[in-house]
């Protein structure tokens, strides 16, 4: 229980991070390779989560994140329980990502198994070896798609 309440600090945060970046003006534009790579990042864990491989999806959490759940194990239980559309989402469309000081935020549409929207946003920090991890994912019903 403890683990999820941070998890659900975190994704406030990251929404309250993800409102900001809307409201700013003139945020950076990503660049396409940048767009690419975390876009792949992200379709990695959800392939990864696709086919059960709790090491693989936790191999795309940043170091945040793995320290939070410590092992592939706990990361995969906590994604079933509380993002159970980003572990098998009926369908996806990436938006554009924006550039958020030294980390990407990339919005994706999910649709659930129930034919319900959501948002999940992303956010992705750029490593020491220039790849991408997932520092944190807030998903919330997307009311500007109908059901």
Known sequence: ??????????????????????A?????AVSTEDG????????AQ????????AERAF????????ALFQTPENFMAMVRQAYPVV???ADLRFLTPKSLDAAVVQPVHMRDAG????LAMYTLQRQADGGWLISS???????????
Do not use: E, H
């Not at 700013?24 to 950076?28: I, K």
């Not at 959800?46 to 491989?53: E, I, N, T, Y």
């Not at 994912?137 to 059901?147: E, F, H, K, N, Y």
């Open 1 to 22: 229980m403890r683990q999820l309440s941070a998890v659900f600090r975190a994704s406030l945060l990251a929404l309250l991070a993800w409102a900001a970046l809307l």
């Open 59 to 66: 191999s795309y959490a940043a170091p945040n994140i793995r």
């Open 115 to 118: 034919g319900l929207s959501w």
């Open 87 to 89: 572990y098998r989402p």
């Open 46 to 53: 959800l392939a990864a989560f696709a086919g059960d491989d």
């Open 137 to 147: 994912c807030v998903l919330a019903p997307d009311r500007s798609v109908g059901a």
């Open 36 to 43: 690419q790579a975390v876009q792949a990042t992200v379709r």
């Open 24 to 28: 700013l003006p003139g945020r950076a």
